[in-house]
């Protein structure tokens, strides 16, 4: 059973709420690999996505999610809605709720939006990204991930290289994976670290070759060059000299080291296209099991609970 009815961050969730969710995943993954990829379980009910920030995989997964499970499901487009007349975010989110919506996906260049509006609103809020702050789905979804090709997350080496001050995917993946017993490594350089890095248990290397041997998981993230002031890092071309994943930093690596990427990768930045590309990488696994880990997340936080 769930604590809450809104799902914020992983920093709230308990290993038994993470677990659940995880297991749910997996029926859900099975719905999607049989002939009719859909389940009456959220008939009746409604779903809005409102992002306020540019997506293409988490609000399409969002909306693939809702969608198998039966929901009626509205994308907001905030462009061409009443907030560019100046409304402002609780009025668009209580004209939502006044609209029947049982569920509100959010996406929102500043931390800690979602968690406003769930406590304005009665129905579900789900957090699709807040600033830097957090992307739950994400980290599940990776989690989830990780789980198709090893027995368990604990007594795992997680690599996490790049842009972890400005990445909500890198702290959600951090809570996630400490939870459940990995050991997680931070690659970066100094200017990109956040502030709270002695507080989230993780080992920090700003040496790739160090951070990398021995690694089970290499995950690498996009350069937040939206959510940066200037001068965090010389170039993009030095920034891959120093910190971009190549096949041979990759052999450092256990050898069937899994690479991960949350998405939209930059080729040549972090990561150079033939370890995007590689054996190794599960970076579209990543993106299919969204889907199902999204359909666990809607259904337990806004279809069974009501
Ligand atoms: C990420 C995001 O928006 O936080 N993308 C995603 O949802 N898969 C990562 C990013 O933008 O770099």
Request: hydrophobic share 45%; net charge neutral.
């Amino acid at each position: 059973m769930l604590a809450s009815k809104n799902l914020l961050g992983i920093k709230d969730l308990s290993v038994e709420e993470i677990r659940l969710i995880l297991e749910s995943s997996l029926g859900f993954r099975d719905v999607l690999g049989r002939d009719i990829k859909k389940v009456p379980a959220l008939r009746g009910k409604s779903v809005v996505n409102l992002f306020f920030e540019p997506s293409t995989r988490t609000r399409t997964s969002f909306t693939l999610a809702a969608k198998r499970l039966s929901a009626d499901v509205v994308n907001f487009s905030v462009s061409s809605s009443s907030v560019v007349k100046g409304e402002t975010i609780q009025d668009t989110a209580l004209t939502i709720q006044a609209l029947g919506a049982d569920l509100l996906v959010v996406r929102h260049a500043s931390s800690g939006v979602p968690d406003y509006l769930s406590r304005i609103l009665d129905i579900s809020v789900i957090n699709a990204g807040d600033g830097s702050n957090e992307h739950p789905t994400q980290a599940l979804l990776d989690l989830f991930t990780i789980l198709q090709y090893r027995k368990e997350i604990s007594g795992l080496t997680v690599a996490i290289i790049g842009d972890i001050a400005h990445s909500r995917v890198a702290k959600s993946n951090i809570y996630g994976l400490t939870k459940l017993g990995a050991e997680v490594r931070v690659i970066c350089p100094p200017t990109l670290l956040p502030a709270e890095i002695e507080h989230l248990g993780v080992i920090v290397f700003h040496s790739i070759e160090e951070g990398l041997k021995g690694a089970d998981v290499v995950m690498t993230l996009r350069l937040q060059l939206e959510r940066q002031a200037r001068g965090f890092l010389p170039s993009l071309k030095e920034y891959f000299y120093l910190y971009g994943l190549t096949a041979e930093r990759l052999r450092l690596a256990k050898k069937d080291a899994l690479v991960m990427h949350p998405g939209p990768m930059n080729r040549g930045v972090e990561i150079a296209s033939e370890v995007a590309d590689g054996t190794q990488s599960v970076i579209l696994d990543q993106v299919t099991n969204g889907i199902a880990v999204r359909m666990a997340v809607l259904y337990l936080f806004g279809g069974a609970r009501r």
